[in-house]
C-alpha cells in the first residue's frame, strides 16, 4: 500500500496545492474539445444532441497525479457553453473551474477558451461536463488521475479500466425540457431512460443491439471508474452474483469496502474493482433511482449492461437482474455510505479539529406567488423555488469572480447568513405556507484565507422533504457525519468521526436530514456551491464562497487572455 503521504499527513494542504504550480512547463499535455452537435439514436428515435467531438459520452481526459494540463475548447455549437472539470481542485486558479457567470462568460457560439487545468491532490477518478443550463445531460466524459510516475495503486494494479458513466436520456431536446420547467414554475419532465455509457440496456425500446458489453476473463480484475452524470437521480448500482469493492471516492482512495450495491448520487465518482470470479455466463450490471421524495415524479426505469465471460459457455439470453435496493430505502442509502472510510495515510491533511469557521445552511425548497396574468405548474397554482439559507440565488449577467478581481459593485453581495434566519422545525410534518417564500439575491460568503471550516447542510421540509447531493468547487472536504432530523451542535458534533472520514467533493444530504463537513479554505478564489440535482440547481439551491488571497504565493493568478467577456 502507498505510503508517500503518509509522513507528511501533518502538513496543509495549501503546500501540496500551490507548490505543484509552474512545475510541468515542458512536455505539457494538449486537448482539443470541439462543441458540435451530432445526431444520435436512442429509444426508437433520433435527434441532435450538443457534443464534445461528436462523442457521447463524451472524450476521457487521463492526467498523473500533480501535472497540469491544458484543453482548448472550441464552441461550435448553436448556444453559449461552459465546462467545468469537476473535482478538479483548481489551486489559484478559478479562471477554469467554468460555472457560468459564477467564475466566467460563457463561450459565446464560434468562441474559443484555452483552460488550464492543476491537477493537485486528486488521484482516481472525476469528471467534466458542461456548466450552461442543462447542456451537461450529454456533454460530459470521465477524468483518470494516475499515480505519480513509477509509483502504484494503494490496491493491487487491474488488469483493465473500464469507464461506467451513468446518466439520462430524453427524446425531446434537453434545452425544451429545460425552458419549459423554467416558464411554467413546476417540475421538468422526466427522462425516457437511464444509460449506462449512453446506452438504455436491454430493457428499453430498440436498445438491445447497442447495449454496452464489458467482456472479461475469469480470474481478472476489472476497474470501474464510474461517475454519476444523471441530472436529477441519486443512483443503485450492482453486478448480478458479484460484489463490488469501492477503493476510492471522488478521486480520494478509501478503505476497501465491498458491497453488493453502491449508491451514487449526482456529481460523485467511485473507483470500484469488479473480480470475475463468477461461473463463465453472461451477467448484468444494472442500475436504477434512489428518490425517497413523497409526490415528486422520476425515472423508475432500470438500465442495464451486460458482462461476458470470454471463456467458452452457453450464452445467456436472459441474465437474472442483480439485487437493487428499493427506491425509497432511505436506509440502504446511509448505510452504504457511513461505511466509506478513508484511507488515512493517502489524505493530504488531517481532519481539522480546530474550527474557526462554522456555517449551517439549511436547505429548502420553497415556491414563489404566480405572477399576474399567468398560469404557474407549482403546488397549489405557485412556482417552484429552492434556496440555501433561505436565498434563493440569482445569476448576474457579469461573472462573480472578475467583479471580486476587479472590485466592481453591484454584481453580487456579500453577507450570505452563517446560519439560518429563519429558526423553526425544519423537519416538522406540517410548517407554515408563509415559511414557504425566500428571497431573492446574488449573496455570496467571504472566508478567510486559512480558516478551518465546517459547513453543516441542514435539510428541510418545506414544500417537500429530498435528498441533496451538495458539490463545493474548488476544494475537497471531510465528511464527517451524516444524521436525520435537526441538527443537535450539542449531541452530534460527539458522533462525528474525525479519525477516518472520506475525502468528497459532492455530499448527499438525507431527505429531513443533515450532513457536516470540515475542511480548510486554503485555496483563493471565487467557488460555486450547489445542489448537483439540477431542477433544484436552476430553482436557486446554490450559493458563492469566496475565499480571500493568502500572502505571497497563495494568491489568485492573473487572468487568462483569452477569457471569455460577456
Request: aromatic share 12%.
Amino acid at each position: 500500500m502507498k505510503m508517500w503521504l503518509g509522513k507528511k499527513i501533518i502538513f496543509l494542504q495549501t503546500l501540496l496545492c500551490f507548490s505543484i504550480v509552474g512545475t510541468n512547463s515542458h512536455g505539457l499535455k494538449e486537448y482539443h474539445f470541439v462543441l458540435k452537435e451530432a445526431h444520435y439514436r436512442r429509444l426508437c428515435s433520433s435527434k441532435p444532441i450538443l457534443t464534445v467531438n461528436g462523442q457521447f459520452p463524451g472524450p476521457t481526459v487521463r492526467a498523473y497525479y500533480g501535472e497540469t494540463i491544458y484543453v482548448n475548447v472550441h464552441n461550435k455549437g448553436k448556444y453559449n457553453i461552459t465546462l467545468h472539470w469537476h473535482g478538479v481542485k483548481q489551486p489559484r486558479n478559478p479562471w477554469s473551474d467554468g460555472p457560468e457567470y459564477i467564475t466566467q462568460c460563457p463561450i459565446k457560439p464560434g468562441g474559443k477558451f484555452r483552460q488550464m487545468l492543476i491537477f493537485s491532490i486528486e488521484e482516481g477518478t472525476i469528471w467534466w461536463h458542461a456548466h450552461s443550463d442543462w447542456a451537461r445531460a450529454t456533454v460530459h466524459g470521465a477524468i483518470y488521475i494516475y499515480p505519480r510516475k513509477g509509483e502504484s495503486y494503494p490496491f493491487p494494479t487491474p488488469d483493465e479500466e473500464v469507464p461506467i458513466v451513468l446518466g439520462e436520456w430524453w427524446k425531446s431536446d434537453v434545452s425544451d425540457v429545460y425552458e419549459e420547467f423554467l416558464r411554467n414554475g413546476g417540475s421538468p419532465n422526466e427522462s425516457d431512460a437511464i444509460t449506462i455509457n449512453g446506452q438504455p440496456g436491454d430493457l428499453y425500446p430498440c436498445s438491445k443491439s447497442e447495449t454496452f458489453k464489458l467482456n472479461v476473463h475469469y480470474g481478472k480484475t476489472y476497474h470501474l471508474r464510474m461517475v454519476n452524470a444523471a441530472m436529477n437521480l441519486v443512483l443503485f448500482f450492482a453486478v448480478s452474483k458479484h460484489n463490488l469493492t469501492v477503493a476510492g471516492v471522488d478521486s480520494a482512495y478509501s478503505k476497501p469496502l465491498t458491497r453488493d450495491y453502491i449508491c451514487i448520487a449526482p456529481g460523485q465518482t467511485a473507483d470500484v474493482l469488479l473480480h470475475a470470479n463468477q461461473e463463465p455466463n453472461d451477467y448484468y450490471m444494472a442500475a436504477r433511482a434512489y428518490s425517497s421524495a413523497l409526490g415528486v415524479a422520476f425515472n423508475n426505469g432500470i438500465t442495464t449492461a451486460r458482462i461476458h465471460y470470454h471463456e467458452n459457455h452457453a450464452p445467456n439470453k436472459s441474465p437474472s437482474l442483480p439485487y437493487l435496493p428499493l427506491y425509497n430505502d432511505t436506509k440502504a442509502v446511509f448505510d452504504y455510505y457511513v461505511s466509506i472510510k478513508g484511507l488515512n495515510e493517502a489524505d493530504p491533511y488531517q481532519v481539522p479539529t480546530n474550527i474557526t469557521t462554522h456555517m449551517l445552511t439549511t436547505l429548502s425548497i420553497n415556491t414563489f406567488p404566480c405572477p399576474e396574468n399567468q398560469t404557474c405548474a407549482g403546488p397549489n397554482g405557485t412556482r417552484l423555488a429552492s434556496s440555501v439559507n433561505n436565498i434563493s440565488f440569482e445569476n448576474p449577467t457579469i461573472d462573480i469572480l472578475e467583479a471580486y478581481y476587479y472590485h466592481i459593485k453591484g454584481v453580487y453581495h456579500k453577507g450570505l447568513p452563517k446560519f439560518p434566519p429563519l429558526k423553526f422545525d425544519f423537519n416538522a410534518e406540517y410548517l407554515p405556507l408563509e415559511l414557504q417564500i425566500p428571497k431573492k439575491g446574488t449573496k455570496v460568503a467571504v472566508i478567510k484565507f486559512g480558516s478551518t471550516v465546517e459547513l453543516v447542510f441542514q435539510g428541510t421540509n418545506l414544500v417537500t422533504g429530498i435528498d441533496h447531493p451538495m458539490h463545493l468547487h474548488g476544494t475537497s472536504f471531510f465528511a464527517v457525519e451524516y444524521g436525520f432530523g435537526n441538527f443537535d451542535k450539542h449531541k452530534d458534533r460527539k458522533t462525528y468521526n474525525l479519525i477516518d472520514p472520506p475525502l468528497m467533493n459532492t455530499i448527499l444530504v438525507p431527505k429531513n436530514g443533515w450532513a457536516s463537513i470540515r475542511y480548510r479554505a486554503s485555496n483563493p478564489g471565487v467557488w460555486f456551491v450547489h445542489c448537483h440535482l439540477d431542477r433544484h440547481l436552476s430553482w436557486g439551491m446554490e450559493t458563492v464562497f469566496i475565499v480571500r488571497n493568502g500572502e505571497g504565493d497563495a494568491e489568485i493568478l492573473p487572468l487568462p487572455p483569452d477569457m471569455p467577456q460577456c
